[in-house]
T-cell receptor
Framework: GNSVTQMEGPVTLSEEAFLTINCTYT??????LFWYVQYPGEGLQLLLK?????DKGSNKGFEATYRKETTSFHLEKGSVQVSDSAVYFC???????????FGTGTRLQVTL | NAGVTQTPKFRVLKTGQSMTLLCAQD?????MYWYRQDPGMGLRLIHY???????AKGEVPDGYNVSRLKKQNFLLGLESAAPSQTSVYFC???????????????FGPGTRLTVL
């Protein structure tokens, strides 16, 4: 079946540090891949997406590249801010009934 | 445009009690979903609906029932609550898959349920 594996958190960084959150997946076919972000006390919202191999999704300074050869979709940001503190979820959509499969989430804490 | 709203925001139940969680969306989305979020387990799909009058089981459907009598509403029911159903519940909705080729889901703010 489909699955998503994310690195364990929490991840604690100082402001302006470089961020990487690893995500690998197992899926049949050619899934679309997503990163969702959940700010404290809120629901999830889409951060970025990639729908085919080698696509790069980007938004708010975050980037992730769809690597089919390594089945990965790692999230990166060159300089994090305190306001980036949140839980980040990697997810995939194989197109079956439009359901998403989520990873367990990675909590990011950015300090001054 | 309120997006996806959930009622109530918080609820405490005793074991064996019943309740209904309401999800409403004003984006004319075809698809709606109910998830539960538990520490260390991410989001798990409970039930979903691909249109008015239709429902289907997700990953963890036991102990829950759903109804989609109107396109804009998706109700999640707990007939006899158990402590294992203590969780944060999220509703989401999305357009039917189209030219975009992917499925962006829009989430509500969540309902925190505690079962004693």
């Amino acid at each position: 079946g489909n699955s998503v594996t994310q690195m364990e958190g929490p991840v604690t960084l100082s402001e302006e540090a470089f961020l990487t959150i690893n995500c690998t997946y197992t899926a049949t076919g050619y899934p679309s891949l997503f990163w969702y972000v959940q700010y404290p006390g809120e629901g999830l919202q889409l951060l970025l997406k990639a729908t085919k191999a080698d696509d790069k999704g980007s938004n708010k300074g975050f980037e992730a590249t769809y690597r089919k050869e390594t089945t990965s979709f790692h999230l990166e940001k060159g300089s994090v801010q305190v306001s980036d503190s949140a839980v980040y979820f990697c997810a995939l959509d194989t197109g079956t009934a439009s359901k998403l499969t989520f990873g367990t989430g990675t909590r990011l804490q950015v300090t001054l | 445009n309120a997006g996806v709203t959930q009622t109530p925001k918080f609820r405490v139940l005793k074991t064996g009690q019943s309740m209904t969680l309401l999800c409403a969306q004003d984006m004319n989305h075809e698809y709606m979903y109910w998830y539960r979020q538990d520490p260390g387990m991410g989001l798990r799909l409970i039930h979903y609906s691909v249109g008015e009058g239709t429902t289907a089981k997700g990953e963890v459907p036991d102990g829950y029932n759903v109804s989609r009598l109107k396109k804009q509403n998706f109700l999640l029911g707990l007939e006899s609550a158990a402590p294992s159903q203590t969780s944060v519940y999220f509703c989401a909705s999305s357009y039917q898959r189209g030219l975009a080729g992917y499925n962006e889901q829009f989430f509500g703010p969540g309902t925190r349920l505690t079962v004693l």
